[in-house]
């Protein structure tokens, strides 16, 4: 129906402030640079896979290319089925993928900590 709306609005969120912070940032500062390729990471999931969405709903006909595009959205009945879907399963299919996105940046920044720990030569390391 159109649970894949919610991912594709945090998609469009996320992509404005990459955008932002790439044009405020200086190419010296690696801290923000990485920031911005992990946005893109995470913009790169949401994108793909409310694409993704969006393909299977318009394949099963759920979207119409004339207004007002969902089928749901034409009874008044149905936009309420298509609202509980949009704020159940599309709040969570968006909460999981940032979830997932947030505990890749995690495992990433561990392994990054730990192999500079391992970089630090044997003298300086007492």
């Known amino acids: 129906m159109a649970c894949f709306i919610v991912p594709a609005t945090e998609a469009v969120v996320t992509t404005i402030v990459s955008k ?6 200086s190419h010296k500062d690696d801290t ?8 893109d ?14 393909f ?4 099963h006909g759920e979207i119409t290319p004339f207004f007002p595009f969902l089928t749901n959205a034409v009874n008044p009945d149905d936009r309420l089925q298509m609202l509980s879907e949009m704020s159940v399963s599309g709040v969570a299919m968006a909460v999981l993928v940032t979830t997932v996105w947030a ?10 900590n730990k192999s500079s720990v391992n970089q630090i030569p044997e003298a300086e390391k007492i």
């Not at 505990?103 to 990054?112: D, G, H, P, Q, Y």
């Open 20 to 25: 932002i912070v790439k044009k405020k940032v």
């Open 32 to 39: 923000q640079l990485k920031l911005t390729d992990r946005l």
């Open 41 to 54: 990471r995470l913009n790169g999931l949401l994108w793909g896979g409310s694409g993704l969405l969006a």
């Open 56 to 59: 299977e709903h318009l394949w």
């Open 103 to 112: 505990v890749s940046v995690a495992l990433e920044n561990t392994i990054l």
